[in-house]
């Protein structure tokens, strides 16, 4: 195909097929897969190639010719401009069924694996609003919202259907206070976490400034922050500022959630820098299953890597015999500490280490002297390719591995089978409806381990 094709204008007429990673329809064009953004399966188009990159064409939607089953009518009105939500104009059992294909597409394509399981869904039914218990706004003069897919132009918004109700509420209150006053508008993003049922104010404020990384630039202009406490003390907003607490600091706030529904009574805290899962209906259900598949006995010893501030360790630590959380994240690790103490888990230690300069000789004595008989590990975005040599020095008879990139995992999960390692289950949780992530969870067994209280 000639580099000027689609510099005329051309329009041309294809099927939708499937689902890419992203979001993107997939049709074929002499050969070729074009991904076409706000399509679904099923839906006959017509798109203009934009961009050529060898293998693969980018296309942009011209028309619906006749609309797929599985098309359905957005209920955001910002869904066309603001991007976020790539799958709403698809059903929400397709967009499960979407997420999975893409998962195993990613094993086959990447990973060169066939995991040998059949891969279960995990969704729930109506949960496909209100769901998210922290969000980022971006901020750009007196305008709040996020920023259009692969731009920095900012799409306003009145309300993002994915959040939590007390988000929501509190994110007309900023519009307002945007638009009234000036120099509130110096900050460049705010997050907003719904605090949960325990705490009496309904949210907390996180604010980023510009160059807010460099920790040599901490400082907000004296007005504007006056501004900002101004309104958090008027609507009992607790607030915090990115960059502006030492690790060894108390933080500002906490959000309080319950991980364990089998331990109503275990309630675990996150403070403002620290990751949370945002979905707390299917974090619960992640729990459940990460818990069920270490096959835990009273004497089992678990290494629960890139473990945030307990959201495995803990529930974890109340079926184990030992339980070691390890995370680089200063504060994530003291917000585990705290969550270990409040909620009395004795058998719970958490160590501030990057993962990649974790040895055996760190983790054994922790263990008791021990090597552990389960890893547990969720990492970002990046994957866990730099834990798979500790693995395999640990060689654990079991491995949990949860991820929230295919592509990494795919990667990851090649390592797992080169070392030894045959999948016993896997699944897809939908953790993030509406849009194009995926939560996965996949249980690993090592060959010719007896179980989970193994001694290596």
């Not at 790539?86 to 499960?96: N, S």
Request: glycine letters at 8%; aromatic letters at 6%; proline letters at 7%.
């Amino acid at each position: 195909m000639s580099a000027l094709l689609h510099q005329n204008g051309a329009v041309h007429v294809a099927r939708v097929e499937s689902i890419a990673t992203g979001g993107a329809g997939v049709a074929r064009l002499d050969g070729r897969a074009v991904f076409i953004p706000k399509t679904a399966p099923g839906d006959a188009v017509r798109f203009r190639v934009v961009k050529e990159k060898g293998k693969y064409l980018i296309g942009e939607l011209a028309e619906i010719i006749q609309a797929g089953p599985e098309r359905t009518a957005p209920p955001c009105v910002h869904w066309s401009d603001c991007g976020g939500c790539a799958l709403q104009h698809i059903t929400p059992q397709a967009q499960v069924e979407a997420k999975k294909r893409i998962f195993i597409d990613a094993l086959a394509r990447i990973g060169k694996i066939d995991l040998g399981v059949p891969v279960q869904t995990v969704a729930l039914p109506g949960n496909e609003e209100r769901y998210r218990m922290r969000a980022r706004f971006q901020i750009r003069d007196s305008g709040i919202g996020f920023f259009a897919p692969g731009a920095r132009r900012l799409v306003e918004i009145e309300d993002c259907l994915l959040v939590e109700r007390p988000i929501a509420d509190a994110l007309g209150q900023l519009r307002h206070l945007l638009q009234a006053e000036p120099r509130a508008r110096r900050i460049v993003a705010v997050e907003i976490t719904s605090l949960g049922e325990l705490e009496e104010a309904a949210v907390g404020l996180y604010l980023y400034k510009s160059g807010y990384r460099s920790r040599g630039n901490r400082k907000i202009d004296r007005r504007t922050l006056i501004a900002w406490r101004k309104f958090a003390e008027e609507n009992h907003f607790p607030l915090a500022m990115a960059g502006r607490r030492e690790p060894g600091d108390p933080p500002r706030w906490m959000a309080r959630y319950r991980p364990d529904a089998a331990h109503p009574e275990l309630c675990l805290g996150v403070s403002p820098e620290s990751f949370i899962q945002p979905n707390r209906t299917l974090n619960r259900l992640l729990v459940k299953s990460v818990v069920e598949e270490c096959r835990l006995n009273d004497e089992a010893l678990v290494l629960d890597l890139y473990c945030g501030a307990g959201n495995f360790s803990l529930p974890l630590a109340l079926r184990a015999k030992r339980v070691l959380g390890v995370e680089e994240n200063p504060y994530a690790v003291a917000d585990a500490l705290l969550n270990r103490e409040e909620n009395g888990v004795g058998n719970a230690e958490f160590l501030t280490q990057a993962v990649q300069k974790l040895t055996t000789e760190e983790v054994v004595p922790k263990l008791g002297g021990q090597k552990p008989d389960v890893v547990v590990l969720d990492p970002p975005r990046k994957g866990a390719l730099e834990a798979m040599p500790l693995i395999a020095a640990l060689a654990p008879s079991q491995v949990v591995y949860v991820s929230c990139n295919p592509a990494t995992f795919a990667r990851d999960a090649r390592e797992l089978v080169t070392n030894g390692y045959r999948a016993r289950a896997a699944y897809v949780f939908d953790m993030f409806p509406h849009t194009a992530h995926l939560e996965m969870l996949t249980s690993w067994t090592r060959k010719n381990a007896s179980g989970p209280t193994q001694r290596s």
